[in-house]
């Protein structure tokens, strides 16, 4: 049998539900403050959440739905997302950007039991430690593959081969943990299994190459929502269960 020795995480939706009431208000925000009438609602954020990566979304907004704007972009993209990363932090310095239930408890849990740690997201760098810093410890993780660390961003696999090429472990020993569609084709093609945990802009997705998708990773008084897999009586997501997946 397989020996569990790694967890990678993605981030944005993952460790936290940080996509409505985090990045698409930190967005917003950004264009307001230069002077764009620019606004992202809730349901045109989720359609912009098909493209990977915050510079890219803006590109494709623009391309979509303001195709006429003639500003130096090139220089813009990159000033706008400087500024986004810069509102998201204030909003996760505020705390008003929680965990997702289960993530802190399964964290501690491996960490303690020697499960190695790692992060493999499209999100900014200072965006995802700006979480870790907030409700974990940032030392836990082993890597942490932010960002334009690799220049294929999901769905491509490129993030986790990096990741598993840092770490000098095989794919058969890892588990990652993903929240979207383009995320788990990228783990599904670096050969890696996935536990999904939908949420109101994923929940829609197909995820039938998952090994196991729910509604989060649940706590001992608050059980997790099976909607695809087995989990063998469990109620909650703990090693346990990670080493039967694999």
């Given at each position: 049998m397989t020996q569990l020795k790694a967890f990678i995480f993605d981030v944005?939706?993952?460790?936290?539900?940080?996509?409505?009431?985090?990045?698409?208000?930190?967005?917003?925000?950004?264009?307001?403050?230069?002077?764009?009438?620019?606004?992202?609602?809730?349901?045109?954020y989720g359609e912009l959440l098909e493209i990977s990566g915050g510079k890219e979304r803006i590109s494709y907004y623009l391309q979509q739905y303001n195709p006429e704007f003639k500003e130096n972009l090139e220089t813009l993209i990159p000033q706008l997302h400087q500024a986004k990363t810069t509102h998201y932090r204030q909003l996760l310095s505020s705390g008003e950007i929680q965990l997702r239930r289960g993530v802190k408890r399964l964290i501690e849990e491996a960490y303690q039991e020697g499960i190695r740690l790692a992060i493999a997201t499209t999100s900014a760098l200072p965006n995802a430690l700006a979480l870790l810093e907030k409700h974990l410890n940032p030392h836990w993780f082993e890597v942490i593959a932010a960002g334009d660390i690799v220049s294929n961003k999901?769905?491509?696999?490129?993030?986790?081969?990096?990741?598993?090429?840092?770490?000098?472990?095989?794919?058969?020993?890892?588990?990652?943990?993903e929240d979207s569609f383009h995320g788990l084709q990228a783990a599904y093609q670096a050969n890696l299994k996935t536990v999904i945990t939908i949420h109101d802009y994923t929940k829609e997705q197909d995820f039938s190459l998952a090994s196991l998708v729910l509604n989060h990773l649940g706590e001992p008084d608050k059980m997790f929502t099976i909607i695809r897999g087995e989990v063998q009586n469990k109620h909650y997501f703990d090693l346990e269960l990670a080493k039967l997946l694999l």
């Amino acid at each position: 049998m397989t020996q569990l020795k790694a967890f990678i995480f993605d981030v944005d939706g993952t460790l936290a539900e940080t996509e409505k009431d985090g990045h698409r208000m930190a967005f917003n925000r950004a264009f307001a403050e230069a002077n764009l009438d620019w606004y992202w609602t809730e349901s045109l954020y989720g359609e912009l959440l098909e493209i990977s990566g915050g510079k890219e979304r803006i590109s494709y907004y623009l391309q979509q739905y303001n195709p006429e704007f003639k500003e130096n972009l090139e220089t813009l993209i990159p000033q706008l997302h400087q500024a986004k990363t810069t509102h998201y932090r204030q909003l996760l310095s505020s705390g008003e950007i929680q965990l997702r239930r289960g993530v802190k408890r399964l964290i501690e849990e491996a960490y303690q039991e020697g499960i190695r740690l790692a992060i493999a997201t499209t999100s900014a760098l200072p965006n995802a430690l700006a979480l870790l810093e907030k409700h974990l410890n940032p030392h836990w993780f082993e890597v942490i593959a932010a960002g334009d660390i690799v220049s294929n961003k999901k769905p491509a696999p490129d993030i986790y081969h990096y990741v598993l090429d840092k770490m000098n472990l095989l794919p058969e020993e890892c588990l990652v943990f993903e929240d979207s569609f383009h995320g788990l084709q990228a783990a599904y093609q670096a050969n890696l299994k996935t536990v999904i945990t939908i949420h109101d802009y994923t929940k829609e997705q197909d995820f039938s190459l998952a090994s196991l998708v729910l509604n989060h990773l649940g706590e001992p008084d608050k059980m997790f929502t099976i909607i695809r897999g087995e989990v063998q009586n469990k109620h909650y997501f703990d090693l346990e269960l990670a080493k039967l997946l694999l």
